[in-house]
C-alpha cells in the first residue's frame, strides 16, 4: 500500500526527474523543448517534498501512530515541540530534512543564476542527480510506512499510545542540533558540484557560484558540532562535552576539510593559478566526507551514543562514497596534468603562499587523524574479524596525534596574519622566538597538566610513544595562543582603520571568527586539564536545610526535592489543598479531610507509628500513620484523618491511606541545592532527572561564575531516602562557550558583506 506521503516523494522523483532531462538535452543537445519548464519543475520538487516534511510533521502532532515512524519518536504525552523535533529524531525524518534542503538549494540556484550560464546549468545537473538520488534513499527508509504494513497488525487497529523519545531526546537541544546538521551536511552539494563541473570544465566562475553556500554550510556544521558539545555538557551528566565519538566526530571531518578549502578559496579568488587544483578538491572531499558521516551514523558498525543502527541504506551510501571519490580523483589527476607550466617569481620559501599550503596540510592532518581514528578499528573488525581500538583508552589517540599539529595550526594562523612582505625577517624571528618557547614548555613538568591524564589506568597501557607524547606539557599551547592572539588583535586594528564599510566588516568577521577559536581551544584545555570531581555524594533527605560536609572544603545544603511532569506544570493531587489547612487549621478540625501528595520525608515513631510529610502544589504537611508504611520517598499518597491543631504545626491523624498514581510517561525529579566552599556559597540552583518511556537522563546544575568557573552538579535520582549526587568544579569552560559564539558572529558578518570579491 502507497502511503500519501511516498505517493508525494515519487511525484518528487518525476518532477525533479523531467528537469533534469530537461537540462540534458540543453546541454548535450541544445534542445529547448524542456528547458523553460526547468526552474518552474525544481521550484515545484521542492515545494512537493516541503510538503512531505509539514506531511509528517503533522502526522507527529496529531500523534496519528498509525504510521510506523510516528509511532517509534513519538507519544501523546509529549509537549508539541518535542513532537515537532521528533521529525528528526529517526534517519527517515533526517534523509527527508536533507533532500528537502538539497532542492531548496537546488531551486535558489535556479532563481538566483536563471541557468543563464552552462555553469548554472551543469552545477544544477550535478545537484538534482544528488537530490534524486536521496529521494531514493529516504523512500527506502520511508518515513511514511504504516504499521498495518506489518503482517501481525490487524487492519483498523490503532496503537493507544507511542513508544516515545529517548529521555536524553527530550531536551531543547534536540530541537536544534539534529537540524543545524543536516542543514550544513545538505548545503555543502552546490559547493561540491560547482567543483566538479570546474575541474571538468576550468570554469572559473565556480568558486564565486559556490562561496556563500560553503560559508553557510561551514557556519552550520561548525554550530551544529558546537551546539551538539553544550547538549553533551547539559544533558549527558559527565561534564564534557566533547569525547571523539564516532559519530561526533565524523561530522568534525568534514568541517576541517571545508575549512582548508574557505582558506584555499581566499586565495584563489585573488589569484586563479592559485590552489587552482586544491581549492576545488577540498570541496569535493568535504561533500565525500559529509557521506561518510552518514555512514558512520547508519551502518550500525561505529560504536556510538548517536548511531541510528544498520539501515538498508547504508549501501547505498557506500555507493554514492566510492562514486563521487572515483569522480572527484579522476577528474582532479586530469586537470593536474592539463596544468600547463607557469614559471612563478620566487618571493622564496617564507611568503604568504607557502605558509596556506602549511595551513591546508595541517587541516588535511587533523581531518585525517579523525579519520583513521574512528575507521581503523571497523575496517579491522570487517577483515580480519577483531576489535581492536586506536588506543587503550580511544581519546587517548586522538589527543596525541592532534595536539603537536594544532600548535603548527596557531603558529601558521598567527605568522599569516601578521604578515607583511617588508618586516618579513622581523616576523620569522618572532615565529621562531614562540615555536622554540613552544617546544621548550614542552618539557616543562607539572602536576597532571599533560597531554594524557598520568593518572588513568589506560596511561600505562599505552605503547612507548603514547607515553612520550603524552607527557608534553600543556603549558606548551600557551606561547602559541598568545601569538595567534595578539596576531588577531593587530590585524583587527588595521581592519578598524579601513575607511569602506563592506571590507571593514568582512576583517571584523575574520579577525572574530580567529579570536573565537583561540578562545574555543584555551576552555578546553583549562577546563578538561582543571576539572575537580566529587563522586558518590548521598545526602539524606532527613538532611534538608542543612549544610552537609561532603569533604575537600566542599559542603551542599540540600533545600527541596519535588516531581513534575515534563511540561514543567507540578503534579495535581485529589482533595483538600495542604496549604488551605495550613493557613487556617481550626476550621478544619472535627471532620474527616482528604489530602494527596509527594512523600517528601519519613520519620518512625519508635514503635508509634510513622510520621510522613506530603507535599502538594500549595505546602507540606506532617501525617501520623499507625503503623509502618511500604511506600518510599517520591512515592504519591492519598490519606484521609483529623487535623490536630496541639502541636507547634498541624498534623493529620490519618484514618485510612492509598497509594496515589503521580507517575507518567515523564516525570522529573528536581532537587534544589545550594553549594559552598569554605563556608561560603558558590553555586545554587535546580538539578534534574528525567525518567521516560525510553530510559532516563540527567539534567545537571549548571552555576556560572564571572570567573569563568561552573559549579556543575548531577543528581541521578533519589533513591531509598537519599539524593545521590556528583560534584563538578570546571574552571574556564565558559571560554569555549564565549568562543563559539564569536565564531558564528564572525561568519555571519562575513556572509553578510558578499561582494564579487567576496
Known amino acids: 500500500m502507497i502511503t500519501l506521503g511516498d505517493s508525494i516523494l515519487y511525484a518528487g522523483i518525476a518532477v525533479s526527474a523531467i528537469a533534469l532531462i530537461g537540462l540534458l538535452l540543453k546541454e548535450l543537445k541544445n534542445n529547448d523543448i524542456l528547458y523553460r519548464f526547468v526552474s518552474p519543475l525544481i521550484f515545484l520538487a521542492a515545494g512537493l517534498l516541503a510538503f512531505a516534511y509539514l506531511l509528517i510533521t503533522y502526522y507527529f502532532v496529531v500523534s496519528d501512530f498509525t504510521y510506523e515512524y510516528v509511532w517509534q519518536y513519538s507519544s501523546r504525552d509529549l509537549p508539541l515541540v518535542y513532537k515537532i523535533a521528533g521529525t528528526w529524531a529517526g534517519q527517515p525524518g533526517t534523509y527527508l530534512l536533507w533532500v528537502l534542503v538539497i532542492f531548496i538549494s537546488a531551486a535558489w540556484l535556479a532563481q538566483t543564476t536563471k541557468h543563464a550560464t552552462a555553469l548554472a546549468r551543469r552545477t544544477q545537473i550535478i545537484t538534482v542527480i544528488i537530490g534524486i538520488y536521496f529521494i531514493v534513499l529516504t523512500l527506502i527508509q520511508t518515513p511514511f510506512k504504516s504499521i498495518y504494513e506489518f503482517s501481525n497488525v490487524p487492519q483498523g487497529f490503532v496503537p493507544p499510545d507511542g513508544s516515545g523519545l529517548n529521555a536524553l531526546l527530550v531536551n531543547f537541544w534536540m530541537t536544534v542540533h539534529p537540524p543545524l546538521m543536516f542543514i550544513g551536511y545538505a548545503a555543502i552539494t552546490i559547493p561540491f558540484a560547482a567543483a566538479i563541473v570546474y575541474l571538468l570544465t576550468k570554469d572559473e566562475g565556480w568558486e564565486e557560484l559556490g562561496r556563500q553556500w560553503a560559508r553557510f554550510t561551514w557556519l552550520f556544521l561548525g554550530m551544529g558540532i558546537a551546539v551538539g558539545g553544550v547538549w553533551a555538557y547539559l544533558v549527558l551528566g559527565w561534564g564534557g562535552f566533547w569525547a571523539w565519538d564516532p559519530v561526533e566526530t565524523a561530522s568534525f571531518i568534514p568541517w576541517l576539510t571545508l575549512t582548508g578549502y574557505l582558506h584555499a578559496a581566499s586565495l584563489h ?27 558512520v551514523v547508519r551502518s550500525g558498525l561505529f560504536n556510538s551514543v548517536h548511531a541510528f543502527g544498520e539501515t538498508s541504506t547504508g549501501t547505498l551510501l557506500i555507493v554514492s562514497v566510492v562514486a563521487a571519490t572515483v569522480i572527484a580523483l579522476v577528474l582532479g589527476m586530469k586537470r593536474y596534468f592539463e596544468e600547463p607550466e607557469t614559471v612563478e617569481e620566487d618571493k622564496g620559501l617564507w611568503n604568504k603562499t607557502n605558509i596556506f599550503y602549511v595551513t591546508l596540510l595541517l587541516f588535511v592532518v587533523l581531518a585525517f587523524i579523525s579519520f583513521w581514528g574512528i575507521t581503523f578499528p571497523v575496517f579491522i573488525q570487517l577483515t580480519q574479524g577483531l576489535k581492536v581500538g586506536v588506543a587503550s583508552d580511544t581519546k587517548n589517540f586522538f ?51 599533560y597531554v594524557l591524564d598520568h593518572t588513568s589506568p589506560f596511561f600505562v597501557r599505552e605503547p612507548t610513544i603514547y607515553k612520550l607524547l603524552g607527557s608534553i606539557s600543556l603549558i606548551s599551547i600557551f606561547p602559541s595562543l598568545v601569538y595567534a592572539a595578539w596576531a588577531i588583535v593587530n590585524r583587527l586594528q588595521e581592519y578598524l582603520r579601513i575607511t569602506s564599510l563592506r571590507p571593514k566588516i568582512k576583517g571584523i568577521g575574520i579577525a572574530t571568527v580567529h579570536f573565537g577559536v583561540v578562545l574555543i581551544l584555551f576552555g578546553t584545555v583549562i577546563s578538561a586539564s582543571f576539572t575537580s570531581s566529587m563522586d558518590n555524594i548521598n545526602i539524606p533527605l532527613t538532611a534538608k536545610g542543612e549544610l552537609v560536609d561532603i569533604g575537600n572544603g566542599y559542603g551542599v545544603k540540600f533545600l527541596d526535592l519535588s516531581t513534575s511532569s515534563l511540561t514543567g506544570k507540578t503534579n495535581s493531587y485529589p482533595g483538600t489543598q495542604i496549604g488551605d489547612i495550613m493557613n487556617n487549621p481550626s476550621s478544619f478540625e472535627g ?151 564569536l565564531f558564528a558572529i564572525g561568519i555571519i558578518l562575513i556572509m553578510g558583506t558578499k561582494s564579487k570579491s567576496g
Open 269 to 295: 579568488r585573488k589569484n586563479k593559478a592559485t590552489f587552482s587544483i586544491a581549492a576545488p578538491m577540498l570541496a569535493a572531499v568535504s561533500f565525500i566526507l559529509v557521506l561518510y558521516a552518514a555512514i
Open 399 to 449: 589527543n596525541v596525534w592532534s595536539y603537536p599539529f594544532t600548535i603548527i595550526l596557531l603558529l601558521a594562523l598567527g605568522f599569516c596574519l601578521s604578515y607583511k612582505e617588508s618586516e618579513k625577517q622581523k616576523q620569522i624571528q618572532t615565529l621562531a622566538v614562540v615555536a622554540g618557547l613552544s617546544v621548550v614548555t614542552m618539557l616543562f613538568r607539572t602536576g597532571n597538566f
Open 591 to 741: 471532620t474527616n479531610v482528604t489530602i494527596s501528595g509527594q512523600i517528601t520525608n519519613i520519620s518512625s515513631l519508635q514503635g508509634h507509628g510513622t510520621l510522613v510529610e506530603l507535599t502538594d502544589n500549595s505546602g507540606s504537611m506532617w501525617t501520623v500513620f499507625p503503623g509502618n508504611i511500604t511506600e518510599t520517598m517520591g512515592a504519591g499518597l492519598t490519606v484521609t484523618g483529623n487535623v490536630m491543631s496541639g502541636f507547634q504545626v498541624p498534623v493529620l491523624q490519618v484514618v485510612t491511606g492509598d497509594t496515589l498514581d503521580i507517575s507518567g510517561n515523564y516525570n522529573v525529579q528536581n532537587v534544589k541545592l545550594e553549594v559552598y566552599q569554605n563556608g561560603g556559597k558558590i553555586g545554587s540552583g535546580v538539578a534534574q532527572y528525567l525518567e521516560g518511556k525510553g530510559g532516563s537522563g540527567t539534567f545537571p546544575l549548571v552555576d556560572r561564575s564571572i570567573t569563568g568557573t561552573d559549579v556543575y552538579v548531577i543528581f541521578q535520582g533519589e533513591s531509598g531516602g537519599y539524593i545521590p549526587l556528583t560534584l563538578k568544579i570546571i574552571p574556564a569552560v565558559n571560554f569555549a562557550w564565549i568562543g563559539i559564539i
